[in-house]
């Protein structure tokens, strides 16, 4: 801990720090973390600390908390939610008999990708349908053009309106959570 009565110790307490391979942490106007050194009434100007394997372990079990949160929310939402989560499975399967679930590839931590999962909002076939509705109204294609989007989009189904309204297409995330692939 540094005092104003020794500014110059700042730079030479650090120096020998990384001349010993040693990081450190410093905290500039620290004073409001420590008050007045040992009674004194010099305020402190900054605060150094070596990095220490601690702190190391600190950012490990901050990791490890956050990881225990994670999957306690993710379990307990995904076993609360499961009637739901069947129910619209069933409710998007049984509009076109396709699969309920689709994978979209997104990139997570590290630059590695990962299927993030979501129900389907949209008719499997999708691109053809669109080709053909743009084709057949020069409408819907003045505007796919200036937005790429549509006000009234062909490709998504009934329930997927409802899903996308509502953001319940994005529950099967929670099992992206359990497998780490998302927080």
């Known amino acids: 801990m540094l005092t104003r009565a020794e500014p110059a110790a700042s730079a030479d307490f650090a ?3 990384r001349r010993a391979e040693q990081t450190e942490i410093v905290e500039p106007a620290a004073g409001h973390l420590v008050g007045p050194v040992g009674g004194a009434a010099e305020a402190v100007t900054s605060l150094v600390l070596p990095e220490t394997p601690f702190v190391a372990r600190g950012l490990r079990l ?3 908390a ?7 929310v993710a379990v307990t939402a995904l076993f609360l939610l499961l009637p739901l989560l069947l129910l619209i499975a069933l409710l998007v399967w049984a509009g076109d008999g396709h699969a309920p679930i689709f994978r ?3 990139l997570g931590r590290d630059g590695r990708s990962f299927g993030c999962l ?3 909002s949209m008719v499997p076939d999708g691109e053809a349908v669109l080709a053909a509705h743009l084709a057949a109204d020069p409408q819907a294609r003045a505007e796919w053009d200036a937005t790429h989007k549509l006000s009234n989009d062909p490709r998504i189904t009934p329930i997927g309106q409802v899903l996308r309204k509502t953001s319940l297409d994005e529950l099967p995330q929670l099992w992206n959570v359990l497998r780490g692939e998302m927080s």
Do not use: E
């Open 118 to 120: 979501k129900f389907r």
């Open 104 to 106: 979209h590839m997104r």
């Open 66 to 72: 956050k990881r225990g949160l994670d999957v306690t």
């Open 62 to 64: 901050d990791w490890a």
């Open 15 to 17: 120096a020998a720090h």
